[in-house]
């Protein structure tokens, strides 16, 4: 048995230990406490700092807007998913170009439920309130509905420089497109392969349905204009031509040939061989005559090397 004397200096070393054990870890608590606590501040410090310099940020507003506006029917569902993948691809440099499916109003409830999962996924189909048709008053109805459609409430005075309508057989190469409009008149502009296929002095002339653009104030002018409100059917495209002329509009003309074209086949008179400075490529109306455009103009060359994917 251990005299009294050594059990007490025993329990008074083991309760020193103890207790500078205790301190020592409350310490060491709180030194990392505040170490963290400083470094929690530190990052709070910068994610303040970065986003009050990204909300400071003021971006450039693009040099060009364009709406494209694809003419096309609501059961043509895959010609639509070959255009969001031609289209999808393409980031023409400082300018802002938005593609959309123009559709007049749905009659079959697939439709309703498909393309409103179209809507849903993509957000990027104006559907018109008219009846389906070529030559029937699609075209008025598109191009007068787009001052409401598009109506801004920001403060900007147009939502686009230039309105396009296409057809859903053309391939249109952004960049080249965007390089062709980026110096033209905004106002009483209009701009397209001049027909016929052999004309080039658009004065006079329409433009061919395979694409054209419109400047937002002649979009502006056709909503309110009666001269195009009573004369809405017949050959859509000669008619917008009929239109600018009895108005007195368009005086800004330009014809895109030689960069727009037909596809290169038979005797066609609008057609000619695939050419680099190419702008459009109309009449592809099958997968080879796709695939052979798409080839020509290299539009896969971007495509990144990776390990999940080999591609000869």
Known sequence: MKPAATVDRSFSFKRATLILSSFLLVTIICVLSSMNEIQLQNLVDIGRSSFIFRKGESQPPPTLRLLIGIMTRADLYRRRDLLRLVYGVQSPSNAQVDVKFVLCSLTKEDQKVLVALEIMRYNDIIILNCTENMNNGKTYTYFSSLPEILD???????PYDYV????????FRLDRLVDNLISLPREDMYYGFVIPCREMNPIGRYM?????????????????????KNHVAGTEDKLVGEWLHKGNRGKNRYNAKPAMYNYPAGSDPCAHGFVPDTVAVHRLKDQEKWIRTLKY??????LKPSKMYHIP
């Open 152 to 158: 801004r409430t920001d403060g900007e005075d147009r």
């Open 164 to 171: 396009m309508k296409a057809d859903d057989d053309v391939y």
């Open 208 to 228: 061919s349905g395979m694409g054209y653009a419109l400047s937002w104030d002649l979009v502006e002018w056709i909503r309110s204009s009666d001269v195009a």
């Open 297 to 302: 103009f290299n539009v896969t060359d971007q």
